[in-house]
């Protein structure tokens, strides 16, 4: 599972471009804020349209604008894990969790709801309201919502940001399991040079 | 409670009831699509568009129901198909008082509705979609939920407005009692009578209860369906 990336897009006055071949691991996107990272990641997950380039995830094309191939977002199945969380606020954890899983074909499944709350432990959580939930929970239940779609590469958009220390290494800790356990290809974007020399197997440095 | 009213007064209760009950369900879908056009659609025309939902809330409303009467009444092009086809007729009939209820209160449910509808988190829907959703089931599991408490703030200002609707109903099927005599055309129509104060004050406080108890349901309404969020819309 590799991922190989061309894209350019213009922004308003900025030209956001990224060009890198990575294969499996954790792969970070690193660079200064502004520098167009969540944007590259956009469009890997079909959220943002290049204005021109390819991406490729695993050999298959899901974007290729001589081709004039472009995948529609709801069949990348990239598993992303936003900065924000974007849980559901009116779905309780439990239905957060299989929003993504309910929607997946049965045979691309490979992760069950006891499976992703043991080893993201959220258990107790299931029947809570998002809303009710810490940051770091909050956190956990997206990457647990992320999993359970039936993902063949996951995305992170900067998932330590809004936390605090303590819950920034449980988190880190949690993502190391994912790298290491999982073996899920991931597209990490971080601006924070610590936390990305801790978790990549290879940076990408973007902008600057 | 039948004590309580005179039987002219339930009559003119159970009328308005009707009428803006049969308004307000008939106007949600076509509010609906169009606050949904105005919101999240991209077409020449928009401002155009917006500007004709809004006029019946700045027209005098004497105007509206002339226009009404123009284009329903029986020999108007609206009026005669619908008569034709579906065997609907608007003149001096509540289906009229109805019809112009539902045109004045549009422009308030479109607004309501359509600030709901602006108000959902495209974020949320752009997760929904890496999650593997197609755009109708964004629609339905994230989009249409999360706007549910203005849509239901927009109906009931729309039968809170529709109870109070009076220039365009009178001018386009005039005051019937028993088919088009709603409470304001009841209270105008008593207010023309020397002496009928006691009537005048009786309609007046039925008023009054039915707009605040419309008000408050849509507060609870809302308030329950926020996901203890507390939302409200007043």
Redesign the interface.
Not at chain 1, 73 to 80: F, I, K, S
């Given at each position: 599972m590799s991922f190989e990336i061309q894209v350019e897009r213009q922004l308003g006055e900025r030209t956001i471009r990224a060009e890198f071949t990575a294969p499996g691991g954790l792969t970070a996107l690193f660079g200064p804020s502004g520098a167009g990272k969540t944007s590259v990641l956009n469009m890997v997950?079909?959220?943002l349209k290049p204005d021109r380039g390819r991406v490729l995830v695993g050999g298959e094309v899901l974007f290729d604008s001589e081709a004039g191939i472009d995948v529609a977002?709801?069949?990348?199945?990239?598993?992303?894990v936003?900065q924000?969380g974007?849980l559901?606020?009116?779905r309780r954890v439990r239905d957060n969790l299989l929003?993504?899983w309910a929607?997946?074909s049965p045979e691309a499944r490979w992760m069950t709801l006891d499976h992703a709350t043991d080893f993201l432990g959220i258990g107790h959580l299931l029947d809570r309201?998002p809303?009710t939930l810490s940051g770091g929970e909050a956190q956990r239940v997206s990457i647990g919502?992320?999993l359970l779609?039936?993902p063949r590469f996951l995305?992170m958009d900067e998932p330590l940001s809004s936390l605090d220390a303590p819950r920034r290494e449980e988190i880190m800790s949690v993502i190391e399991r994912l790298r290491d356990k999982l073996e899920l290809p991931i597209l990490y974007v971080s601006h924070d040079r610590a936390e990305v020399e801790r978790l990549a197997s290879q940076v990408i440095e973007l902008g600057g | 409670m039948s004590g309580l009213f005179t039987a002219d007064e339930w009559e003119i209760v159970l009328l308005s009831l009707k009428v803006s009950a049969v308004a307000v369900v008939l106007t949600i879908p076509v509010a609906f699509a169009l606050a949904w056009l105005l919101a999240r659609g991209r077409f020449a025309g928009k401002v155009l568009l917006d500007a004709v939902v809004h006029l019946p809330l700045v027209l005098p409303p004497v105007v509206t129901g002339w226009l009404l009467l123009i284009a329903f009444g029986n020999n108007g092009p609206a009026g005669r198909w619908l008569n034709e086809w579906l065997g609907i007729t608007f003149m001096f009939r509540w289906t009229g008082a109805a019809l112009a209820a539902a045109v004045m209160a549009l422009p308030l449910m479109v607004r309501a509705m359509r600030l709901s509808i602006e108000a959902v988190d495209r974020r949320l829907e752009d997760a929904a979609a890496t999650l593997g959703a197609s755009p109708m089931h964004i629609f339905s599991t994230i989009t249409l939920p999360l706007a549910v408490p203005g849509l239901l703030a927009g109906a009931v200002l729309g039968f809170a407005r529709s109870i109070g609707e009076f220039g365009a109903t009178i001018t386009f099927v005039s005051n019937i009692p028993g088919e088009t005599r709603t409470l304001p055309l009841a209270i105008y129509g008593a207010l023309q009578i020397p002496g009928s104060e006691a009537q005048v004050t009786r309609l007046s406080l039925i008023a009054v209860a039915l707009s605040l108890a419309a008000l408050v349901a849509s507060e609870v309404l809302v308030r329950r369906s926020g996901h203890g969020r507390g939302g409200h819309v007043l």
């Open positions: 997950a079909g959220l977002v709801q069949h990348r199945r990239a598993g992303y936003f924000d974007r559901f606020p009116h929003y993504g929607l997946a309201w809303r919502r992320a779609c039936a995305l | -």
